[in-house]
Structure formats: C-alpha cells, structure tokens
C-alpha cells in the first residue's frame, strides 16, 4: 500500500486552517503530521479537515504552545504518546496505520537563544529531552516506524545557508549535531530526505525576520523524515514544498513529503 506522507510546523494550527485545508486539497498527502498546533485537542478545527476526507486524527495539545497532531485518510490508531525528559510539553504523538507502520510524530524544543545549558534553562531542556529520545530507542529499537517532524537541528553542513556562520547558533551548533546524530543512531534510523536527495543545500525553514526570505533565503532544514532500517529501502520521492512558506499568512516552515510503498 502506498502512501505519502508530509509533515509540517504549522505555527497554530486554528490560526493557519486554511492553509492546512489548501495543502490538503492541493497535495492530498495520505498523512499529514502537524507541529507547533498551538491549541488543545478539542478546539482542533476537525470539520473543514474531515471534508477533505481527514477522517482520523491522533493528538496531544495545549492552549497557545507545543502541540502535535496526526491527520489520516487511512485508518489509524493511537499508539502512544511519550513525555521525553518530563517537560510536561505536548510533543509527542504516535499514530499505527492499518498497515502496522507507526509514525512517530516529533517537536523538540527549540531551545531558546542561548547555546549554554547553565545561562539559558530551554537549551538544557532541548539537550535532555534528546537524551531521552537516544534512551528511548536504545531500549525499544523501533520497527517498521517513520519519525518525522520539527526536530529544531539542522545536522548538515548545507542544511543552513552558512556553517561557520551557523556554528554559535542554536540549532545548529556541534553538541546538538551530536545529540540527534545519537538518536538517529539509537534507533538505527535512516534520514529519508538525505537519503533522496543527498548532495546541495537544503531547507525547511525561512525566519519571519526576514524582509525578503525567498530572494535572502538564508533557510535551515530543521524538519525531517526518518525511516526505521526494515522499511529504510521503502522510502522515496522526498521534497520540501518551498512555495507554501510563500502563501498567505504562512508559517515559517515548509511541508517536506515522503512517499513509502508498504
């Protein structure tokens, strides 16, 4: 059964519903993985959705941050929802298709300005709730899974518009490389965008600081799609849908899409 699947930083999701509606109408991706919901569960804006035959959701929310959220046309169950590093946060959510992939949907946070666990507490969070990822997967090695989501790193030297400029700042700086490189290695997992398209700059995210962000474009690729080994070779037909950070009222993410033939 093949499906395509995207994912998504909505930055509110009741704030940005028509965009979400005109992904789905327009791109039809058979799931849809949402970060950054901004809204409890309940006040999920469902109708519109399931119009567009986004007949299944999974989620976790809370009222004005975090938020995560999982939309199907295929059938889907729960299949857990973790709390790395006992933050409290709403940013894990895992759904199980009828074809018994579970998708892992992920938003790890940010981690504020400052790239120093002692000056700045949300730095420390990131970095500890990585670790529990790592332990997570060490302990329970995932099979037949997809994680995707806003994992706020851009590990590669042409995920960001300037490494050595990029060096000093979160999201980009060694230890946080390091901590994802040893959750992807925990679980085993294979970068499936990397993977589709592994040579030339890359990027999922346009500050809202930026006058001009298409002609500056000084982008990092801080959304992905990772694939367990079983299912690695399934993946295919990766891109990050660029145009949609130019739509009305967007968010400051891209879709990026991957299609799996399971």
Known sequence: MPFTLA???INSVRLREDIVARLM???APDVLCLQECKSPVD???????QSLGYTHMVARGQKGY????IFSKIPMEEAGAADYADLGHARHIAGRLENGVTVHNFYVP???DIPDRGKNVKFGQKLDYLTAMRDAFHADKPQKSILVGDLNIAP???DVWSHKQLLKVVSHTPIEVEHLTDVMEAGDWADVTRADIPEGRLYSWWSYRSPNWDAADKGR???HIWASPDIRNAAHSSRIMRDARGWEKPSDHAPV???FDL
């Open 7 to 9: 994912t998504w930083n």
């Open 25 to 27: 109408r327009e791109e």
């Open 43 to 49: 006040k999920i804006p469902l109708e519109q959705f």
């Open 66 to 69: 975090n938020g995560v959220a």
């Open 110 to 112: 940010a981690g504020g």
């Open 156 to 158: 590669r030297e042409d």
């Open 221 to 223: 690729r801080l959304d």
């Open 257 to 259: 899409f991957a299609t």
